[in-house]
């Protein structure tokens, strides 16, 4: 299923997709786990969504693909590398990207995000996936000027705006296997699958629930394959993954 966020007439709701059309459920459908309808339907193009979930902790895995950590000049990780993001850079499909400053190089990534669905902590990789609700798709957008400055990642990648996720939760997809594609503009620029994963998805939520307790809502993004590029003012990127669907944002600075 494909579960979503939505406005309409100023009021936020949940539901999920069946074709174009939005069935409204009655609560929020990760915190209180309930799929109870409403009896309301809305074509999609009659709503505005949001962002699918509000995480209280978002974490990130950096250099989880062998091209992207090449092109970083980085050696491939041993174990996963976990840093946190600030949640409130998190917006959803169709919303605007703002770039800071246009002095800095500000790159696109296209990340698969693992949505927890349950209290996890000390998670075996054998049970992980049990603590999961579903994915979505995520745009890590990064400042590399100030990457390279602080020598870590959470303020070059904590700007408001700088956290796309959307435009759904797909509960039924093989994470380890699926399609992920960013174009900007239309041209292709990153084109790959999550089987080129350095640290597959069950090694990534035992390796930052051996640290970390996550509650139901949080967001884990799995890194990003070869390929990541700048941002322009005007642009328009898209990121497709397999099951999915489609996140767009255009850029202004």
Do not use: C, W
């Given at each position: 299923?494909?579960?979503?966020?939505?406005?309409?007439?100023?009021?936020?709701?949940?539901?999920?997709?069946?074709?174009?059309?939005?069935?409204?459920?009655?609560?929020?459908?990760?915190i209180?786990?309930?799929?109870?309808?409403?009896?309301?339907?809305?074509?999609?193009s009659e709503v505005t969504l949001l962002s699918p979930v509000q995480p209280g902790q978002v974490i990130a895995i950096g250099l989880n693909y062998v091209k992207h950590a090449e092109e970083s000049g980085k050696e491939v990780p041993e174990e996963p590398m976990?840093?946190?993001?600030?949640?409130?850079?998190?917006?959803?499909?169709?919303?605007?990207?703002?770039?800071?400053?246009?002095?800095?190089?500000?790159?696109?990534?296209?990340e698969l995000a693992i949505v927890i669905g349950k209290e996890a902590y000390k998670l075996s990789e054998k049970e992980a996936l049990d603590y999961v609700f579903g994915y979505t798709i995520n745009n890590d957008v990064s400042d590399r000027?100030?990457?390279?400055k602080d020598g870590q990642f959470t303020r070059a990648k904590s700007f408001k705006t700088f956290k796309p996720l959307g435009p759904s939760i797909e509960t039924n997809i093989d994470p380890n296997n699926?399609?992920?594609?960013?174009?900007?503009?239309?041209?292709?620029?990153?084109?790959?699958?999550t089987n080129d994963l350095i640290h597959n998805i069950e090694k990534v939520l035992a390796h930052v629930t051996d640290v970390i307790?996550?509650?139901?809502?949080?967001?884990?993004?799995?890194?990003?394959?070869?390929?990541?590029?700048?941002?322009?003012?005007?642009?328009?990127?898209?990121?497709?993954?397999?099951?999915?669907?489609?996140?767009?944002?255009?850029?202004?600075?």
């Open positions: 299923m494909k579960f979503v966020r939505f406005k309409n007439n100023n009021e936020v709701s949940y539901g999920y997709l069946e074709g174009d059309k939005i069935i409204q459920l009655e609560s929020d459908f990760i209180d786990n309930r799929f109870i309808k409403t009896g309301k339907e809305f074509e999609r976990m840093f946190m993001v600030s949640p409130t850079a998190v917006i959803g499909d169709g919303e605007t990207i703002q770039l800071p400053t246009e002095k800095h190089r500000i790159d696109f990534e296209a000027d100030l990457q390279k699926v399609a992920i594609k960013l174009t900007v503009n239309g041209e292709i620029k990153q084109d790959s699958n307790s996550l509650q139901p809502g949080d967001v884990i993004l799995t890194g990003t394959p070869s390929g990541v590029g700048p941002l322009q003012d005007g642009d328009l990127v898209e990121i497709e993954i397999e099951g999915i669907g489609k996140l767009s944002n255009k850029v202004i600075s």
